[in-house]
């Protein structure tokens, strides 16, 4: 494939990634027309816009046909065991016992909803994507890690809401974040073939850098 049908694709993909942060945000703030907005119910109407969003992707992508490689082709003990050492780690997590229901939900949102949002978008999609544009996986594993870095900034709304100084330092390292979860994940995902295995990382990575 040549340079300029490599550009439309990935232009089409940067297009699609703005228009879901859009997405998100319009159906925050319209449920902040019903609700005062708190630091919780932005979190709240986040966590539910995401997982709106992820199932609405699902069941388009199946009924287009479009691979989304999540599960691995064959659920081995390795598989197993580290799911049931995400569960464990999300369940022990101390502001289960101490931060009461909303810490419980709040972690909910981070460790699970947000991976999984995110990862069926980037080491699903965009990365299945890529793959047919480009012939070494590496470079997709490039594209991908910088793309989910400055997807980073389309958050710019809720960490706005919460810092009352210095967003643009905030947003930088928000960014860096994104750049250095996309690395390991990245990696991750070219060695699995699947999201699912991202997944699970992502949000053992959540739990521990919420």
Excluded at 127 to 146: D, G, H, M, Q
Aim: glycine share 4%.
């Amino acid at each position: 494939m040549n340079i300029k049908s490599r550009v439309h694709i990935i232009s089409k993909i940067i297009l699609l990634l703005i228009f879901l942060q859009l997405l998100l945000l319009s159906m925050t703030h319209c449920i902040f027309l019903f609700i005062k907005r708190t630091n919780f119910v932005d979190s709240m109407a986040t966590m539910f816009a995401m997982i709106i969003i992820t199932v609405f992707l699902i069941i388009f992508m199946r009924k287009k046909k479009i691979s989304l490689s999540i599960f691995p082709k064959k659920l081995s003990a390795v598989y197993i065991i580290a799911t049931i050492v995400a569960i464990l780690l999300f369940t022990a997590t101390p502001s289960n016992f101490t931060g009461g229901f909303q810490a419980i939900i709040l972690l909910f949102f981070s460790s699970m909803v947000t991976p999984i949002f995110e990862e069926i978008i980037f080491r699903s999609y965009v990365w299945n994507k890529l793959n047919n544009i480009f012939s070494r996986e590496w470079e997709t594993y490039i594209v991908t890690t910088a793309l989910f870095a400055f997807w980073h900034i389309g958050y710019i709304s809720s960490i706005a809401f919460r810092v009352q100084n210095g967003l643009a330092m905030v947003m930088v390292w928000k960014v860096i974040t994104g750049l250095c979860f996309g690395i390991i994940l990245g990696a991750v995902r070219l060695k699995t073939k699947n999201s699912y295995s991202t997944i699970l990382l992502h949000g053992v990575l959540n739990i521990f850098g919420r």
